[in-house]
C-alpha cells in the first residue's frame, strides 16, 4: 500500500506516514480482525483487507455494499457526536469495534475492528439459520463459499473479551497518532505495546 494513494486525514495528521499501513497489516494478521482506519469524513485512510471473508463477499454485491456504507456513515455519526469508544452490531449480525482518534483535543479519524462473531462457533453453531436471512436479503448465489469464508473469522466473548479488545485499539489508535509524526517502527511499536498493555494477545 503506497502512501502516495493514501489521502492526509487533514492538513497536520497524516496516517500514510511512517508505518501505520505495515503495522495496520501485521495487526490484522495477528489478531484475525479486519481493521480501518478512517478520517473524520468517514473516507478510509488505511485499509489492508489481507483476507477474503464474509463482510468482503457481502461487499461484492451492490446491496451489501450500500448497507455497510450506511452502517459505517452511522458509525462515524455517532463517534463525531460523542467522541467515545464503542460496540454495534452491523445489519447482517457482526460485531464492530469503533474507537475515536485525537490529537490535540481535535478528532482526527477513527479505528473500526469489525468482521467478529458475537456467539462461538461450536458444534451447535448453525451458520445459515444466523445468517440465512443475510443471503436471501442480497440474493447471494454462491451460499457455499459465503459459508466456508467464516472460517476466518474470530468470536469475541460478550463483557470482559469485548471490553479488553475496545481497550486495545484504543491504545492501538493512541500508537497511531505518534506514528504519524514519529515514524515509529513495528518493533518499536511491539515492545512498547505488549509493555503497556499486558493483554496483548490473549483474547
Not at 455497510?68 to 469495534?97: H, Q, S, W
Not at 498493555?197 to 483474547?203: K, N
Request: aromatic share 12%; proline share 3%; net charge positive.
Amino acid at each position: 500500500m503506497s502512501g502516495s494513494n493514501i489521502r492526509n486525514v487533514n492538513a497536520t495528521v497524516s496516517f500514510a506516514s511512517g508505518h501505520v499501513p505495515e503495522v495496520l497489516k501485521k495487526l490484522e494478521h495477528f489478531l484475525g480482525v479486519a481493521l480501518s482506519l478512517r478520517s473524520t469524513s468517514g473516507e478510509v485512510v488505511c485499509k489492508t483487507d489481507y483476507f477474503f471473508g464474509p463482510c468482503s463477499i457481502i461487499r461484492g454485491t451492490d446491496r451489501g455494499r450500500a448497507r455497510c456504507r450506511k452502517t459505517y456513515k452511522n458509525i462515524e455519526d455517532r463517534l463525531l457526536r460523542r467522541k467515545v469508544p464503542f460496540v454495534n452490531v452491523c445489519y447482517a449480525g457482526f460485531l464492530i469495534f469503533a474507537v475515536p482518534l485525537e490529537f490535540r483535543g481535535e478528532m482526527v479519524g477513527t479505528l473500526l475492528g469489525s468482521q467478529i462473531l458475537p456467539i462461538e462457533k461450536d458444534r451447535n453453531f448453525d451458520l445459515e439459520a444466523l445468517f440465512g436471512h443475510t443471503t436471501a436479503a442480497l440474493d447471494m448465489r454462491n451460499t457455499d463459499e459465503f459459508y466456508k469464508s467464516f472460517g476466518k473469522v474470530r468470536t469475541l466473548k460478550p463483557d470482559l473479551q469485548r471490553i479488553t479488545f475496545l481497550q486495545y485499539l484504543e491504545d492501538i489508535g493512541n500508537h497511531f497518532i505518534s506514528m504519524a509524526f514519529a515514524d515509529k517502527s513495528w518493533d518499536l511499536f511491539l515492545k512498547e505495546i505488549k509493555t503497556e498493555t499486558p493483554q496483548f494477545g490473549r483474547f
